[in-house]
């Protein structure tokens, strides 16, 4: 099995500043991609930014300049610093994992039980 723990969320102001943490541990031979998601509340879930293994980051527009993603394949955490937050960023933000397993199909998707982020004055 593989787990996923997510930590980082709380409430901030707008402007302010979140660091989210997730790691990976189970029986996963390889990743594929690390990213964050989140899902406001009546909305669909949304990718906010993805890491590959071997290849640089990708991001949602609303993402770029202000958030950034990274990772520390040591421990297997991928992480994300969220700068110069806004009330439109308030949501679920879950860590998702693609990697190689022991199970069949090889490929699985793993998800985070979700943090939550809260931008308010």
């Known amino acids: 099995q593989v787990q996923l723990v997510e930590s980082g969320g709380g409430l901030v102001q707008p402007g302010g500043s979140l660091r989210l943490s997730c790691v990976a541990s189970?029986?996963?031979?390889?990743?594929?991609?690390m990213g964050w998601y989140r899902q406001a509340p009546g909305k669909e879930r949304e990718l906010v930014a993805t890491?590959?293994?071997?290849?640089?980051?990708n991001y949602a527009d609303s993402a770029k300049g202000r958030f950034t993603i990274s990772r520390n394949n040591a421990n297997n955490t991928v992480y994300l610093q969220m700068n110069s937050l806004k009330p439109e960023d308030t949501a679920v933000y879950y860590c998702?994992?693609?990697?190689?397993?022991?199970?069949?199909?090889?490929?699985?998707?793993?998800w985070g039980q979700g943090t939550q982020v809260i931008v308010s004055s």
């Open positions: 998702n994992v693609l990697g190689i397993t022991d199970r069949r199909p090889p490929v699985q998707n793993y």
């Open positions: 189970g029986t996963i031979f390889g990743i594929i991609v």
């Open positions: 890491i590959p293994t071997g290849n640089n980051p």
